[in-house]
């Protein structure tokens, strides 16, 4: 099962400039959150901290009662096991098999026997759909494939929070398609909390359960996908819109003159498009944190944009006739 992992007023600074200050934020167990941000705002620094590569100048990380940028290197090493970490190009070693590569952790921080190791890598292929390419180089397949290699090695360890670094950079939409379904069923197999950092709106708006949205050195905001995808705060807005439109700017942040011209010219955002429904596992089974589509909005009194919440064909989403624990068995 997953962990929480809860951040308090974290801050990090690389020779005196800030990368981002204060940041809360509370990942629940078992869930998928998001992490979105233009370039350059700090989302890799952020999975880096967390996971204790980086230390942060001021604030906390709560996982399981311990706080740790205050562990001791050897707490620090323990606590690590709790994550897996799949890096933005998988950072698999070239010259050593796929095999080899998902083995490592293994051979490093277990004492299982290579029989026993055998049998932990062919069901973590397995569940990333590579058993076949065990004895390829990393130079000798896709970059999906690489990516898949990437996330069964973050696996072998059985981790309870898994980060993600742009798991879809480079990938055409179609591999990011089925990468995105490989993520809802690994998180439904594993439990465990999952946080990815990417840039592409469809894969926020459709897998995560929470989303966060870092800007201007700040997290601009982080809650429940509905939330976001509802708001009308102009940053998130023009960010999970992917408009021009707005606050941010090329660079980052557009200087008070552009703004007054953009409002003089009475440019406007168009309306928030509708809220897609939320990807299931493959199996057709609830999400481990499933609420109904539309349950934030009401209880928050928000009326969702039009069209929100329709199935694939259009039709509007009903809900699950079957009582709960028949559609988990
Ligand atoms: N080890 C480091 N030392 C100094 N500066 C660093 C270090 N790591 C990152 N930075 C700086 O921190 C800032 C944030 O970088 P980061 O890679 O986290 O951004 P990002 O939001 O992940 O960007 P992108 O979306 O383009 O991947 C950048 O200005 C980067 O140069």
Redesign the pocket.
Known sequence: MGVEVRVEGLTKS?GGQP?WSDVSLTLPAGEISVLL?P???????FLKTLVGLLKPDRGAIWIEEQNLPRLSERALYQVRKLFGVLFQDGALFGSMTIYDNVAFPLREHTRKSESEIRAVVHEKLEMVGLLGAERKLPGQISGGMRKRAGLARALVLDPRIILFD?PDSGLDPVRTAYLNQLIIDLNQQTGATFLI?T?DINTARTVPDNIGLIYHGHLAMFGPREMLLSSTEPVVRQFLGAQRIGPIGMAEEKDSDELRAEAEAGVELPPLPAIPLQLRPSDGRPRRAEQPPGQWCAEHGIVPPAGSFRNADGSAWQPDARQPDEVLR
């Not at 370039?39 to 620094?45: A, D, E, L, Q």
Request: net charge neutral; hydrophobic share 30%; no cysteine.
């Open positions: 690389f990368v941000g370039s350059g705002t700090g989302k890799s620094v742009e950092v840039h």
